[in-house]
Nanobody, 120 residues
Framework: QVQLVESGGGLVQPGGSLRLSCVAS????????MGWYRQAPGEQRELVAR???????TYADSVKGRFTISKDTAKNTLYLQMKSLKPEDTAVYYC??????????????WGQGTQVTVSS
């Protein structure tokens, strides 16, 4: 497992942008996959985007074309660049890391979450 600390959340107007960061306590090289989940009030936690050790990224349909996940292994950091934000993107965003096999991401480490609020 690895300790994860998110930052970068905040209040932004619709159409605006934010970049979330997630710093890991150790090298992320070799971690099966890392990803971003979000949970809105009264909703289940959902996978927003994930990136495998090999750099393959996938996205939820709701964020395709607007969000970009990336990682910097030299800085042990995962990013989520969010553009064209909508009110429905409002949620607590969580960084996650863990094994990835049989096409499934199985996180075993979680950050504490960072709040993203999209409102005018």
């Amino acid at each position: 497992q690895v300790q994860l600390v998110e930052s970068g959340g905040g209040l932004v107007q619709p159409g605006g942008s934010l970049r979330l960061s997630c710093v890991a306590s150790r090298s992320i090289f070799g971690i099966g996959a890392m990803g971003w989940y979000r949970q809105a009030p009264g909703e289940q936690r959902e996978l927003v985007a994930r990136i495998t050790a090999g750099g393959i990224a996938t996205y939820a349909d709701s964020v395709k074309g607007r969000f970009t996940i990336s990682k910097d292994t030299a800085k042990n950091t995962l990013y989520l660049q969010m553009k064209s934000l909508k009110p429905e993107d409002t949620a607590v965003y969580y960084c996650a890391a863990g094994p990835y096999y049989s096409g499934t991401f199985r996180p075993d480490s979680w950050g504490q979450g960072t709040q993203v609020t999209v409102s005018s």
